[in-house]
Structure formats: structure tokens, C-alpha cells
């Protein structure tokens, strides 16, 4: 998880300043995976799209940095199925890197990181209480 946010951190930063360009949906679809113990749905999304960038055609399924919007899907079917186009964010220095949402939310990625540090840390007191409580006969 530490590397998939460093990652989008970088990604994020690279493709602040990022050229916008018109991007082609070739491909997309959704589904759903449950997770864990308590049944948590994910909604995932993926797909093809391609964009022109100084002249050269590129193709690319990385459709977003980290996360995306409820409609995302929607916006993008919509745009498939009429042949529209989809903004496009492309890093100068490296066309190769695009996504369709260029947004990250690094404080809920940081907040849950928080979190699982503050119940790992409860966890680890309470084993050293149980263990440092002196024994009864």
C-alpha cells in the first residue's frame, strides 16, 4: 500500500503541470470484487483509450492516478458509445504517462495509514499489558 502511494504521489506531482488533450475511449467496462471479512464491495473500473500528443498516437489502459469518481464509468461509457472524447492528461516530459483522472487524495490514503498505525499501536500495548501482568496463583 506504502509503494501504490508513493507512486500516485509521484504520478500526481508529474502531471500537475500535464498537457490536456482529447483522449479516445476504445474500451470500457466495470466490476465488482468483494474484499475482506466484512463484505466490502469495489467498484473497479478499466478500460483502453488513445490520445495524440505532438503528432504521435498513443494508447494506454492507466486510467487514473489512484480512485475516481462515482460517474467515472458513466462519463466514460457515455463518451464510447458516442464517439466523444474524454480530457486527457498527458506528462510533457514523458508522453507515455496519461490518465483520465489526474486526481489523487493523498489525505484519505494518509488518514487511513493513521489509522491502521493508531489500532496496530493498541494492539501492540495491549499484548504487552497482558503479558507484563504479574501472574496469580
Known sequence: ??????????????????????????????????????GFTTRIVQGKYSYSYNGRIYESERLTIHGYPADFYDRLKQAKDTGGNVPCFVDPQDPTLSVLNRNFAIWDKFLLAIGALIFLGMGVYSLKALADRPKTA
Do not use: E, Q
Request: hydrophobic share 50%; charged share 20%; net charge positive.
Open 1 to 38: 500500500m506504502a509503494v501504490a502511494i508513493l507512486r500516485g504521489a509521484s504520478d500526481a506531482a508529474r502531471l500537475k503541470d500535464a498537457a490536456v488533450v482529447p483522449a479516445r475511449i476504445l474500451d470500457v467496462h466495470y466490476s465488482t470484487a468483494t474484499t475482506g471479512r466484512n
